[in-house]
């Protein structure tokens, strides 16, 4: 992935990187990709939605991937690869808040702006792992089918996690098509939340990620994130700017595929 991008980008070009959560992979992202794709000569954009460690069609076990970083390293080495001077917008999803704000913590010069669409977004003051820690201690529903299992007897291996069928249907997808409810329930992988690792983390610090300029867009019908916990974190770690979707739950790249486009291009266009 690193390789290819290189080679298909030339000086000037606008990068769009989009980074799935948990138990996902790049292909969650068909919509919005393939949308902005369509756009990308006239814009100007190259759209990447890398498949992070063990999951999506990456061939590693969760086993084989033993820390947050491990796991965030395929969206690490698409930043590595990046011509000099040139930047990305990253776009989190979910978990992949955590993923984006690693980046920009080890690449700050690279990166245009980090963008949390309904994604998990902490602060420089606590470890990782308090914002989903957070969520999960104010939400009102019940985990339903979730499940989340030890890896090793030892406890050496962040604990697996997987989304269950009832969970998916009414607080993940409960907005989304029947066919991209078969598709996910189809291409789900065991993750890991990496709990464990993450709240061993210090707090990502101000000047690396702190000074990367970011954008939250609030999913207002999300029941897994809802939206009292976005605007938490926003309100617990300022951003450049808010933007709202209506309409969409978690899973706003399938169920508001055009508006999740449109905020990317606008901020796309301003922060590039």
């Known amino acids: 992935m690193a390789a290819s991008m290189e080679a298909a980008c030339g000086s000037g070009a606008k990068h769009i990187i989009l980074v799935h959560g948990a138990c996902h992979g790049g292909w969650s992202w068909y919509k919005v990709a393939s949308r902005l794709r ?4 006239e814009l100007s ?3 990447a939605a890398p498949d992070l460690a063990a999951s999506g069609v990456d061939a590693r ?3 084989e991937v033993p820390t947050f970083r491990d796991y965030t390293a395929p969206l690490l080495d698409v ?3 990046l011509p000099e001077g040139e930047k990305a917008v990253l776009v989190g999803h979910s978990l992949g808040g955590l993923s984006v704000a690693l980046a920009a913590e080890l690449f700050p010069e690279k990166v245009a702006a980090a963008v949390f669409l309904t994604a998990f977004m902490p602060d420089c003051v606590s470890p990782p792992s308090e914002v989903i820690l957070k969520n999960v201690a ?3 529903y019940t985990p339903l089918d ?6 090793d007897a030892e406890g050496k291996l962040p ?3 997987m989304f269950g069928q009832q969970f998916t249907e009414q607080l993940l997808y409960q907005l989304c098509s029947p066919e991209d409810l078969t598709l996910g329930k189809s291409l789900v992988r065991i993750g890991s939340l990496f709990l464990e ?4 983390q210090p707090p990502f610090t101000k000047d690396h990620y702190g000074l990367v300029r970011k954008v939250y867009v609030v999913c207002k019908q999300d029941k897994t994130i809802t939206e009292e916990h976005q605007r938490w974190m926003v309100a617990n770690n300022p951003v450049d700017e808010v933007m709202e979707i209506d309409g969409a739950d978690h899973m706003a790249m399938l169920s508001t595929p055009d508006q999740v486009v449109k905020c990317i291009i606008d901020i796309a266009n301003r922060y590039n």
Do not use: K
Not at 38 to 41: K, N, P, V
Not at 146 to 151: C, H, K, S
Not at 197 to 200: A, K, R, Y
């Open 146 to 151: 979730n499940l989340m299992r030890p890896q």
């Open 38 to 41: 369509s756009g990308a000569a």
């Open 197 to 200: 690792d993450l709240q061993t």
């Open 79 to 81: 930043l590595r690869s």
């Open 159 to 161: 604990s697996s996690f």
């Open 138 to 140: 104010r939400s009102t």
């Open 45 to 47: 954009y190259h759209v």
């Open 61 to 63: 076990r969760l086993s």
